[in-house]
């Protein structure tokens, strides 16, 4: 089975006429929504998954028949001209920073299909006979539903707007991210988070050090252990939550901490947030005189998180401290050194910790 077929869907773009609801708008401005059509995008939303439109009508009266219709609110962007749909499902893809191959399209057109298949070959494409059987469909239904799930389109609508001011700020990008009043927060995961854990490890590829997939089964167990950490990473600002961005699963040994995984939202790429993580984490590794070792397998689109890895001190070095670790479970996963030293806290958000470098849970706080 193809890497595409087994991928979940993070957005499903709409066509409108004769798919999404029922007539053309152009021809008819009653059309109608199916009590069965509205079941399913509501149930979408619900599972977390994003939904668009891409239609070839004009914007005014489209968006306002949506509204007309009360279900406007669930769909993060609307492509509404007369341009190409495979142009309008790209730049949904592009804004939403998602790989094609977690986009899906549905539209009654054999021809609309064909031509976005054409020009985007990884986007799965339906027919318009499939709507009410999409959330029958296992690369619509996560394994799990998490506390973020139901909250999934407000985070990225809020996002939208967070661009929209960004791109009309005038000053530095450090002055900028001040302005969000950003808080990151790392706790321990406790029974409720897991889920969320898990859901990161399997949504997150560009952020995501090793592509590994952690189970239930395996999280649950390593909750318990002494010896691991399983810890999560939260993001708030005042345009509101962006729910959980971030997990670590840190070993943790006298003289070596072994960061297995660390994976972090792409959504939270540009707030420098793994780069505070991984300074976070050596200032407590430095607490305790431990050297850190982190695993990393590359993957086709892991590349940022390599950067942030060596951008925060990590290096090849052949240190006498590896040897104090088994060897990797998974080919092809390397294990990158840092000599851990205290870092300065980040100017741009405020920071609240456990504090590893102690037995019991303390709470650190360090603003920007």
């Known amino acids: 089975m193809s890497e ?6 993070k957005c499903l773009v709409w066509d409108l006429d004769n798919t999404l609801w029922q007539g053309t708008l152009l021809e008819d401005g009653e059309v109608r929504l199916a009590d069965e059509i509205r079941q399913v995008v509501v149930e979408l939303d619900a599972r977390g998954i994003l939904q668009a439109v891409a239609s070839k009508n004009d914007y005014e009266p489209t968006w306002a028949r949506l509204e007309e219709l009360g279900i406007a609110e669930y769909f993060v ?20 920073n998602f790989a094609h191959r977690t986009i899906a399209f549905i539209d009654d057109q054999p021809a609309e299909r064909a031509e976005v298949q054409f020009h985007l070959p990884e986007i799965r494409c339906y027919p ?6 999409l959330t029958t469909l296992p690369e619509f239904t996560p ?33 900028f991210l001040r302005s969000l009043d950003l808080e990151l927060r790392i706790l321990r995961a406790t029974e409720v988070e897991l889920s969320r854990v898990e859901e990161l490890t399997l949504r997150t590829s560009q952020m995501n050090a090793t592509g590994v997939h952690y189970s239930d089964e395996t999280l649950r167990r390593l909750l318990v252990d002494e010896g691991h950490d399983v810890l999560v990473a939260t993001l708030t600002d005042r345009f509101g939550g962006h729910g959980a961005i971030g997990v670590l699963l840190l070993e943790r040994r006298p003289t070596v901490w072994h960061l297995k995984l660390l994976a ?16 976070w984490l050596a200032g407590e590794a430095a607490a305790v005189g431990a050297h850190l070792l982190a695993d990393f397998r590359r993957t ?4 940022m998180m390599e950067i942030a890895y060596r951008f925060a001190g990590f290096d090849d070095r052949n240190c006498d401290c590896r040897r104090s670790l088994p060897a990797a ?40």
Not at 4 to 9: D, G, L
Not at 264 to 279: A, W
Not at 332 to 352: C, F, K, N, Q, Y
């Open 4 to 9: 595409k077929a087994t991928t979940m869907v």
């Open 77 to 96: 962007l609307a492509e509404v001209g007369w341009g190409p749909k495979s142009d309008s499902v790209r730049s949904i893809a592009d804004r939403l």
């Open 128 to 133: 318009a006979e499939q709507a009410t059987t």
């Open 143 to 175: 394994a799990a539903r998490t506390v973020d799930s139901g909250k999934r389109r407000a985070m990225y609508q809020a996002n939208l707007r967070r661009d929209a001011e960004r791109a009309e700020f005038s000053g530095p990008d450090e002055a």
């Open 264 to 279: 972090t939202s792409c959504r939270v790429v540009s707030f420098g947030v793994g780069t505070v993580i991984l300074n």
């Open 300 to 303: 086709d689109r892991n590349r």
């Open 329 to 368: 479970e998974v080919d092809g996963v390397e294990r990158l050194h840092l000599l851990a030293d205290r870092r300065d806290p980040p100017s741009t958000m405020r920071l609240i910790t456990p504090g590893l470098a102690t037995p019991a849970l303390q709470e650190q706080t360090s603003a920007g």
